[in-house]
């Protein structure tokens, strides 16, 4: 969280940007990336990626930590700066680096330049420091996850910023204008004054007042609620007239606490214009006097507002602004899943699942059992030979048994029906109907020794590929040790080593 120095930037080869990249996407859904997996995913021709990562940990634009579970690699702050700020000079955005004009509590401010010397600001959000860490109370940026890294919370923190920022310059907003942003910076037009904390003295106190309530009456026609409008967000240009920064709280009109963030805008207002120029009038917005005639709030997906699924992407992509982070979340929480051998449905759907699988194969059983057999019975003629083993056995096992003991019980009328058969002429209909339900009958007392199975085989071929996912990225875990620095493992059967030396002969060693 210190002072970012970027003397560094110059000396860096493209193997030692495609190394803090590498990490860089490693921590999408690793809290510490192995050694194994940078060098896997840098994929440099010449190697040595593990003297240029120590290298890097040297400078301290990379950290390596102990796990509890594994060791890995981490990228700094100073790292993923100066990948945003290699971004934005390929880009030919700026080309020189000035000083540092600002803190805040969630941003560092600084003065660079392009490549035809204009003076710009750079402002690099730092999610995460001691004095501001309850961001998920305050900011909805952690949306459906139950935690994410800060660098991520900055990269989302900056892109709303941006977004902000470039919808109200195009309402001719009194606000920067916005160049470019890149992971967690943003670059805007740098103003030429200093912040309303600094003025001591103004010639229209009045006016300056009327101005300023003017803006916050505005924003809200809009739909959005600034959330932080106070004397250090409020910039004075050469001419007298506030110029308004800060914008990754800003919330909807529809937000639940909108009235309240409304009222604690106006109220800062009102009490530093009270404290510092001794002005104090008794006109002043309320939130009721509101009338809506924008949809600002709307446009950048605000914080608040009631939105469908998908469309701040849609919008978001309308901007030009692309965060691509979100289905790499997704699909860490659902490898997570799988990792831990959970499945999505739980046990009591699925055994219902296969209840009416079964019943389903069940029924078709016998319908086509039942119907072939009364179609070749039918396809007869008179002098065929009816084979009861040739006849599909596809029948319930229920029927079959309950057949079985009614001819075991009753035994006298198969041999009725047999002598009936004999005695009647070939040619009758009556033979024909005789033997027809001769070789039902037989059918039905034929005892069912295959067994349906009651799982789909799509089911089957699901789970067993899952099972072989599982598989797979447990052998991709082991080979994702590292290897050439004291990891983990190696670490605790060091400590093993040391337990059973100092054990005495307990375990069978006499050294």
């Known amino acids: ?23 860089e996407m490693g921590m999408k859904n690793h809290e510490l990336v192995p050694g194994s997996l940078v060098a ?29 579970q594994y060791d890995g690699y981490r990228l700094t702050n100073a790292g993923y700066d100066y990948l945003a700020l290699k971004a934005l000079t390929n880009r030919k955005v700026i080309a020189s680096f000035g000083n540092q004009i600002g803190v805040g509590k969630e941003s560092n401010i600084y003065t660079v330049a392009d490549e035809d010397k204009n003076p710009l600001c750079l402002k690099l959000h730092r999610l995460g420091r001691t004095c501001f860490r ?6 909805d940026y952690h949306a459906h996850r139950n935690r994410a890294s800060w660098l991520y919370l900055s990269r989302i923190s900056a892109t709303k910023e941006f977004a902000y920022m470039k919808a109200l310059y195009e309402r001719e907003f009194p606000v920067p204008k916005p160049i470019d942003f890149n ?22 106190v009045e006016g300056l007042y009327d101005e300023l309530m003017g803006l916050v009456v505005r924003l809200g026609n809009c739909g959005v609620i600034h959330g932080d409008f106070n004397e250090f967000n409020i910039m004075m240009d050469a001419d007298g007239h506030p110029v308004i920064i800060d914008f990754p709280q800003m919330v909807s009109t529809k937000h639940p606490n909108a009235e309240l963030y409304f009222d604690r805008d106006v ?28 949809r600002l709030d709307e446009e950048v997906a605000c914080s608040g507002y009631q939105r469908t699924k998908g469309i701040e992407d849609e919008l978001m992509q309308e901007m030009g602004i692309c965060l691509e982070v979100s289905d790499d979340e997704a699909s860490g929480d659902e490898d997570r899943d799988i990792e831990d051998g ?7 759907e699925i055994a219902t699942l ?21 179609n070749d019975i039918t396809n007869l003629s008179i002098d065929d030979k009816i084979d009861t083993e040739e006849i599909p056995t596809l ?30 002429d070939k040619n009758s209909q009556k033979y024909r109907l005789a033997m027809i339900e001769k070789a039902l009958s037989d059918v039905r007392s034929m005892r069912s020794y295959t067994s349906a199975s009651t799982i789909a085989p799509e089911v089957v071929k699901q789970q067993v590929k899952k099972n072989l996912e599982v598989r797979e990225k447990k052998m991709a875990r082991k080979h994702a040790i590292a290897k050439g620095e004291a990891s983990a493992v190696t670490r605790q059967r060091r400590d093993n080593r040391e337990t059973i030396r100092e054990s005495h002969g307990l375990w069978g060693w006499d050294e």
């Not at 994929?43 to 003297?51: A, D, E, I, Q, S």
């Not at 229920?398 to 005695?423: L, M």
């Open 1 to 23: 969280m210190g002072k970012l120095d970027v003397a560094m930037l110059r000396y860096l080869t493209p193997e030692d940007f495609r190394v803090l990249t590498a990490v």
């Open 40 to 68: 896997s995913i840098a994929n440099l021709r010449h190697g040595g990626v593990h003297k240029l990562m120590k290298e890097l940990c040297k400078h301290r634009l990379l950290t390596y930590e102990r796990g509890k």
């Open 134 to 139: 309850n961001i998920k109370d305050k900011r």
């Open 183 to 204: 992971r967690h910076c943003v670059v805007m037009e740098l103003v030429s004054g200093g912040p309303l904390t600094h003025v001591s003295a103004v010639e229209d």
């Open 267 to 294: 109220k800062c207002v009102r009490e530093f214009f009270k404290k510092r120029f001794g002005y104090e009038s008794t006109l002043y917005p309320r939130f009721s006097d509101l009338e809506r005639d924008d």
């Open 342 to 348: 959970k499945t999505k449905c739980s046990e009591d």
């Open 354 to 374: 296969r209840q009416q699988v079964a019943k389903s194969i069940h029924h078709d059983e016998t319908q086509l059992t039942t119907q072939n057999i009364t």
């Open 395 to 424: 029948i319930p096992a229920d029927s079959t048994q309950n057949n079985t003991e009614d001819t075991q019980n009753n035994p006298e009328d198969t041999t009725n029906s047999t002598e009936g058969i004999e005695e009647l």
